[in-house]
């Protein structure tokens, strides 16, 4: 019997026990399930508040891009709300505040702009106000940084065997490329090709193409390099999406208002249409006629390293190149060159320091023509030839060329006087690169000039002395900063 009642009492206390189980079970999973509610709630809110952030440097960014005013000093300004105001965004994003810190070092002329746009997201949530932070850095493209840009590329002249481009060959429209050579070596060379349009014209007949190479029409083209040319974007890239170009388009006024305001000007009684100029170190020489006395400017004490030259009337020419041919006579500093005439490159342009990976070498020419042309002065086999001037004004174009310059013609293009001279050819080096609406024609491949441009690798990062932005931006990079504050936000050293 008593065995009856001890297995009663034993039945009793497991009811008991697992009642209690059961208990700190169910306690237990609704400790969980409140937990991990709270926790998805706490993931879902850092996720809107991240993208809450990320929507306002957005913004941002796109509202730059499209012209809105950005700070010209050196310290943060804010630019949608403010410490005491934050900026709405539509819901459920949340609100905003954005401030944008320029680079400390953008008022060196010779630097990129670079510009950091800082973003603080905020958003309600049970727990109180939750914010987050990101950053983004942008920068304006400068025209400068193409060896060769083309708005209105024309297919009148080819680019044949022989061409070299040693850097970014970017144009509005399609060329005209043809190797007569039945072999490449000798095949044209792009650094990289972009175009605008779905195809460039090839060999002699003229056809439609679309690959870095095609046989036929009197000989084989192969684009050089050509396995680079066959990796694709961004080495060989069309359909791309067209640049702005041209005076109407490009803030040209940046170059003439330096010059008026801390630089030179020359106008007026300084100046005559065919009058020649020369560079020696910083020195700029200006003869008006062939015999009339030379004056002298002294660049290296400019506020703004920067010539503005005023000519009577458009469609005039300016005659330029540096003293001499030796590379120690060569221009020492960083210099801006602009004027709405013709510049007639008449010699040799160099560099004093032609070594673009020297750190601490900034010399550079920029010379911008608004409404004028860059051409290829006559040379003296050609008729017509203007003749030499004394006192190292000379026109040598017969021989060889090297032109260290950024050349920017907005209205006009590059091409020769007289493409039927010097015979046979003559090689013309541009060090750096030319921005024009086309390319004329500068030689037959005969007679005139073989065109070859060496692009200067300094110009990703440096230009010309208050050199044009193009309206283009890059976003350089995203950065999220979760514990970023009001503080951060204004701070010049964040």
């Known amino acids: 019997m008593k065995a009856v009642g001890?297995?009663?009492?034993?039945?009793?206390?497991?009811?008991?026990?697992?009642?209690?189980?059961?208990?700190?079970?169910?306690?237990?999973?609704?400790?969980?399930?409140?937990?991990?509610?709270?926790?998805?709630?706490?993931?879902?809110?850092?996720?809107?508040?991240?993208?809450?952030?990320?929507?306002?440097?957005?913004?941002?960014?796109?509202?730059?891009?499209?012209?809105?005013?950005?700070?010209?000093?050196?310290?943060?300004?804010?630019?949608?709300?403010?410490?005491?105001?934050?900026?709405?965004?539509?819901?459920?994003?949340?609100?905003?505040?954005?401030?944008?810190?320029?680079?400390?070092?953008?008022?060196?002329?010779?630097?990129?702009?670079?510009?950091?746009?800082?973003?603080?997201?905020?958003?309600?949530?049970?727990?109180?106000?939750?914010?987050?932070?990101?950053?983004?850095?942008?920068?304006?493209?400068?025209?400068?940084?193409?060896?060769?840009?083309?708005?209105?590329?024309?297919?009148?002249?080819?680019?044949?065997?022989?061409?070299?481009?040693?850097?970014?060959?970017?144009a509005n429209g399609p060329v005209w490329i043809y190797s007569r050579s039945l072999g490449f070596n000798n095949d044209p060379y792009f650094y990289s090709l972009t175009l605008t349009s779905p195809y460039y014209l090839?060999?002699?007949?003229?056809?439609?193409?679309?690959?870095?190479?095609?046989?036929?029409?009197?000989?084989?083209?192969?684009?050089?390099?050509?396995?680079?040319?066959?990796?694709?974007?961004?080495?060989?890239?069309?359909?791309?999406?067209?640049?702005?170009?041209?005076?109407?388009?490009?803030?040209?006024?940046?170059?003439?208002?330096?010059?008026?305001?801390?630089?030179?000007?020359?106008?007026?009684?300084?100046?005559?249409?065919?009058?020649?100029?020369?560079?020696?170190?910083?020195?700029?020489?200006?003869?008006?006629?062939?015999?009339?006395?030379?004056?002298?400017?002294?660049?290296?004490?400019?506020t703004n390293p920067v010539v503005w030259i005023e000519m009577p009337a458009l469609g005039q020419d300016i005659y330029l190149r540096s003293y001499g041919n030796m590379r120690v006579d060569g221009l020492s500093m960083p210099l801006t060159i602009g004027t709405r005439a013709n510049i007639v490159m008449s010699g040799n342009m160099l560099y004093q320091n032609d070594d673009p990976l020297d750190p601490n070498n900034n010399t550079m020419l920029g010379l911008m023509t608004v409404n004028g042309s860059f051409l290829i002065a006559r040379c003296q086999t050609a008729p017509g030839f203007p003749g030499h001037w004394a006192d190292g004004f000379a026109i040598e174009t017969h021989l060889n060329v090297e032109y260290d310059a950024v050349l920017l013609s907005l209205d006009g293009v590059i091409q020769a006087q007289d493409w039927r001279y010097p015979e046979p050819f003559a090689t013309f080096l541009v060090m750096g690169g030319y921005m024009v609406q086309a390319e004329g024609i500068t030689g037959t491949g005969a007679a005139g000039y073989d065109m070859q441009v060496y692009f200067d690798p300094r110009l990703m990062t440096m230009h010309p002395p208050f050199f044009p932005n193009n309206g283009r931006w890059h976003v350089l990079w995203w950065a999220e900063k979760p514990l970023m504050d009001i503080i951060d936000m204004m701070a010049d050293d964040y």
Do not use: C
């Open 202 to 302: 090839a060999q002699s007949t003229k056809v439609q193409a679309t690959q870095p190479a095609v046989s036929g029409g009197g000989g084989n083209l192969r684009l050089q390099p050509y396995d680079r040319m066959l990796m694709g974007a961004p080495y060989f890239e069309l359909n791309a999406e067209p640049i702005p170009f041209g005076s109407d388009e490009l803030n040209w006024t940046s170059v003439k208002n330096a010059a008026e305001n801390g630089g030179l000007v020359l106008s007026g009684a300084q100046v005559a249409n065919r009058m020649r100029m020369m560079i020696r170190n910083d020195t700029l020489m200006v003869k008006l006629t062939e015999f009339g006395p030379v004056t002298k400017y002294w660049l290296d004490t400019l």
């Open 6 to 170: 001890r297995t009663k009492g034993s039945a009793l206390m497991l009811v008991i026990i697992s009642a209690l189980f059961l208990i700190i079970l169910t306690g237990a999973a609704y400790t969980y399930l409140r937990s991990s509610g709270d926790t998805q709630r706490w993931s879902r809110d850092r996720i809107q508040v991240k993208l809450t952030a990320e929507s306002g440097a957005n913004l941002a960014v796109h509202m730059i891009m499209g012209g809105e005013d950005i700070p010209q000093g050196k310290l943060p300004e804010w630019f949608l709300g403010d410490n005491l105001t934050w900026f709405q965004l539509p819901d459920p994003l949340g609100e905003v505040v954005v401030a944008v810190d320029p680079n400390n070092e953008n008022d060196q002329v010779l630097s990129a702009n670079s510009y950091e746009v800082r973003s603080m997201g905020r958003i309600s949530t049970t727990e109180g106000p939750l914010t987050f932070g990101m950053t983004t850095g942008v920068m304006p493209e400068n025209v400068a940084r193409f060896s060769v840009f083309m708005d209105s590329p024309s297919v009148a002249g080819y680019y044949g065997d022989g061409y070299k481009f040693d850097g970014p060959f970017y």
